[in-house]
């Protein structure tokens, strides 16, 4: 028959099987940013060289090509170790998996789009739209990470790199979108929108990643970005986005707007190159504490500690202070003494406080990834049922919210209520 | 290399696991119903003992013991058959494993508990409770069950079994004060105070219950309701509750108060059967449509279906409704045709969208977790800090509620965003 320690110690195991699957989750999400940054190049590669009808970028994309078919041979490999044939992967094992198939329908589609890139047989806005798609998968990957991380220090690391991630995509599409503007010789006001549209989510995108991110990384960020680069690109920015429908713009900028972008992108990379070891070691670091934890364990049950008294279970808290229906919401035992000096029962009682605490905090990171979901799907919702594009929906929900001085989630939250009421989408 | 079928199939595992896992937890919550069913009334009968300074009530007491005990085997033994060697709980593992730890170590002590009454050493308060924690402890194991499980109707159903059993607990409790009161002979502020708050909290529970349950199972509580019994306990509750502090109590009416708790007891728990049954078949059902799903995709593997275009990936849906950042998040692919006809790629995204929908359900149903784990916290607060018993602590968040026209859940919320200026603790 089992024994109390018997389970502090299995609970412990469980915490040290699910930091361990965080570990090789992290694992995951580098290798898929490495891939989602070649893609990027990948895609601005493409553009360029369908914006001069073939004429130019053709060796460089054919070598960037090379490098993703590398990386996605190694991504690849990282799905074919995740364990599918047990179901190890209790909790959001399904939802990752589920993500990561659709992921390797885009990947088995990489090559077709690579062909109607090559045969100039696709527009630049064509295929920076199956590159963006290809590309949202592969970060729902990461974002399924972060909402699946049992920890609350990995689940805010993980919360903070998928947003800059998503962040530097939005950076990609901003220099995606530049250089085709750029390419084609004359401004756009709808292209114009889609350009300070993108400017926009990529700032909401930062300012989440400063807020979840070790300050160091924040540093980091903050240091490359104070450069001379940043001006060189609000000025092409400004140069984009205001001059009058219709007038020319400057087809040799296409190239200095190209490399300006790339400098940031490249310096995000080693953003985020930083944020992916941050999370390794913290999964590194936990793990080798949780392990420690167990070890003293196990230790206190190979020697003769003993509870004195059975009769202490009724005793150690004060009566008073005892919650009639809930044990462990109520305030914690004080650890104090040398661990082996404590009783197991208080020990017991002690991991179940904290595990209580990282639930709490857990709760408090994922709320902004759940803010995150409701925004998509409200904005999902309008582009549906009034045929808006993804800019139009999110204009929409953004003038909503100044109006009524609410919170873009509020809104959110208001559109997807009407949803029922919503006529069906035209098929 | 795996494709993106195999991990459609995976996905599928991952849920049948969870549902396996579901399956076996609700087994464990049944069995741990009927100890605390068992617990419930082995308190009230060492209560009446107690009452009767050992004259009374002796041999009740003893068959009852001997029940339990059979009980607490069968739990043990549920205990055991946990794959605590595994860490194949992964997910809410070890809060679960933690909860069973702390039970443990309160079953460990219930000899000693059985032996204080026996010699009549404690108080029937004190012996009260004492089984009121160790009964709190089983019931934070159910209260985990369904903060953990994955799918939201089972989540639902126990969160529905949860707040029953909590109901019913309040009631036994309710049975024990007053039994005490009666046997006293004599009203006492206090202990009126304790059962008026006793009264409130069942009906709380009562009220999640019904929102939670299926029609079926509150239509059956409706049922078991309309009886004499409830006008008898009324009748009861307003002698008790309604004496002058001091005033003379009819010691007779122990028995009566005792016996009518006790039908309603006993109805209770012929709904709380129900519900029990009403999870496992669930969980069957579940557990059968998850298996139908993935032989479907299975044969589907197994046969020529293959994708006749790859970059369907990039044109299944119309581009406008493509969210740039999130795929999945946005409005599903309706599904339509034979399954078989349908491609791969339109199950993955199929897949996706459910998973999903299931996510916001089970965060729907969980909310109602959440606020309780507030306001326990709350109110644990309030108690270590303010030196106030669990009713103190209650009445008092209540008539902030009032005061303030909030809701309770608000006022716990306010109470816990003061926990960092509140003094320490008195040690």
């Not at 592969?138 to 962040?167: I, K, T, W, Y």
């Not at 929108?193 to 909401?204: A, N, Y």
């Not at 092409?236 to 900028?253: F, S, Y």
């Amino acid at each position: 028959m089992k024994s109390g320690l018997s389970f502090l110690v299995a609970a412990k195991r469980c915490e040290i099987a699910e930091l361990q699957q965080l570990a090789l989750t992290s694992a995951l999400v580098n290798v898929t940013g490495r891939l989602v940054h070649g893609l990027q190049r990948e895609r601005g590669l493409s553009n360029l060289h369908l914006g001069s009808q073939g004429a130019r970028f053709a060796d460089m994309r054919a070598r960037q090509i090379e490098e993703c078919r590398q990386i996605e041979a190694e991504l690849r490999a990282c799905f074919d170790t995740l364990d599918t044939g047990s179901a190890s992967r209790i909790g959001h094992g399904a939802r990752l998996f589920s993500r990561i198939a659709y992921v390797l329908h885009g990947l088995d589609a990489l090559e077709a789009l690579r062909e109607r890139v090559a045969s100039l047989a696709w527009t630049p806005r064509q295929a920076t739209e199956a590159y963006v798609r290809l590309i949202a998968g592969l970060l729902a990957v990461v974002f399924e990470a972060a909402d699946s991380a049992s920890d609350p220090e990995v689940s805010r690391l993980l919360v903070a790199l998928f947003n800059f991630m998503q962040g530097k995509e939005f950076t990609g599409q901003e220099r995606a979108a530049g250089s085709a503007l750029f390419a084609s010789g004359r401004a756009d006001a709808a292209e114009q929108q889609r350009l300070l549209h993108l400017i926009e989510s990529q700032e909401r995108c930062l300012q989440v990643f400063v807020e979840f991110a070790n300050p160091k990384a924040v540093d980091l960020w903050t240091a490359s970005q104070a450069s001379a680069t940043l001006a060189e690109l609000e000025r092409l920015r400004r140069v984009l986005c205001t001059a009058a429908q219709g007038a020319p713009l400057n087809v040799q900028l296409s190239q200095a707007w190209f490399d300006c972008c790339s400098q940031r992108i490249d310096r995000m990379k080693a953003v985020e190159d930083r944020l992916a070891l941050d999370l390794l070691r913290a999964c590194e670091d936990k793990i080798a504490a949780a392990r420690a934890d167990m070890e003293a364990y196990q230790a206190l049950s190979a020697t003769s500690a003993r509870e004195t008294d059975a009769l202490s279970f009724f005793k150690l808290v004060p009566a008073s202070s005892a919650p009639t229906g809930s044990p462990g919401f109520g305030t914690p035992v004080q650890a104090y003494g040398l661990q082996l000096e404590r009783s197991i029962l208080e020990l017991v009682q002690e991991q179940a406080h904290r595990l209580q605490t990282m639930s709490e905090e857990l709760d408090t990171v994922r709320a902004s990834l759940n803010e995150r979901k409701l925004i998509e799907r409200a904005k999902g919702l309008l582009m549906a049922h009034r045929q808006l594009s993804e800019e139009e929906a999110h204009k929409t929900m953004r003038q909503m919210a100044m109006n009524q001085n609410r919170r873009l989630v509020e809104v959110a939250e208001a559109v997807l209520a009407m949803a029922d009421v919503l006529p069906e989408r035209p098929r």
